[in-house]
């Protein structure tokens, strides 16, 4: 099965910047998506940023222009790089992989991807 190991999450000031990356093996990335998803406490899990094989991204309206999904196909490594961070971004971040080449009508759907991380947490305050 596909492994999926987060790391860099900290505590945080605001406006700080802060960038998460994820191992995976047993994987391919080139051939698979790969997202970010957070959930914050007594909320829904939230898919935040996601690339296809062919490095195309979309992003959650309240991530975009402020975090960017980098995808390493030789490494098979995902960032999130964030930006400008407030206190509602605290939360645990997650990395997940769908095997599937496309991300689909709905890139972001938690359901669609079928693999998980132990997730990092983030807090900024």
């Known amino acids: 099965d596909v492994q999926l190991l987060e790391s860099g999450g900290v505590s945080v000031q605001p406006v700080g910047s802060l960038t998460l990356s994820c191992a995976a093996s047993?994987?391919?990335?080139?051939?698979?998506?790969m997202g970010w998803f957070r959930q914050a406490p007594g909320k829904a899990r939230e898919g935040i940023a996601a690339?296809?094989?062919?490095?195309?991204?979309s992003y959650a309206d309240s991530v975009k222009g402020r975090f960017t999904i980098v995808k390493d196909n030789a490494k098979t490594s995902l960032d999130l790089q964030m930006n400008n961070l407030k206190p509602e971004h605290s939360a645990m971040y997650f990395c997940?992989?769908?095997?599937?080449?496309?991300?689909?009508?709905?890139?972001?759907?938690?359901?669609?991807?079928?693999?998980w991380g132990q997730g990092t947490q983030v807090t900024v305050s």
């Open positions: 690339i296809d094989s062919d490095h195309s991204a």
């Open positions: 997940a992989v769908r095997l599937a080449r496309s991300l689909g009508p709905r890139p972001l759907r938690t359901s669609d991807f079928g693999y």
């Open positions: 047993r994987f391919t990335a080139s051939t698979g998506c």
